[in-house]
């Protein structure tokens, strides 16, 4: 069975820098779509990026593209999120997801984390805060 574990996370200042990660178990960590998304206070959630493990290939939302990084090690089946320039529209609860099932985007209510739960054959993290502060 899927199983993530998630880390990092926590309380910054406006413009600083976070580095989440997420540990995956239970299935083959190359062929599979693992992202993240998060939950703002307003309980809205937005997809903010994903990685399919099998070719490397990121998407990533327009909210953050060139301040968050995603990637992967195989050899770890971790995948990590970088997050740079952190503004206080990023607070929210970050979750790392996983889905064996194509295709891997952001969209909204991509199958590896726009339903209520997780997909079949997929998986979400406990869930880490993310505070930043203006």
């Known amino acids: 069975q899927l199983q993530l574990e998630e880390s990092g996370g926590g309380s910054v200042e406006e413009g600083g820098s976070l580095k989440l990660s997420c540990a995956a178990s239970g299935y083959r960590f190359d062929a599979m779509c693992m992202g993240w998304f998060r939950q703002g206070p307003r309980n809205e959630r937005e997809g903010v990026a994903a990685?399919?493990?099998?070719?490397?290939?990121?998407y990533y939302a327009e909210s953050v593209k060139g301040r968050f990084f995603i990637s992967k090690d195989n050899a770890k089946k971790t995948m990590f999120l970088q997050m740079y320039g952190l503004s206080p529209e990023d607070t929210g609860v970050y979750y790392c997801a996983a889905d064996p099932t194509p295709p891997c985007t952001v969209s909204r209510g991509a199958r590896w984390f726009g339903g209520k739960n997780p997909p079949a054959g997929g998986a979400w993290g406990q869930g880490t805060q993310v505070t930043v502060s203006s």
């Open positions: 990685v399919w493990t099998g070719t490397g290939s990121t």
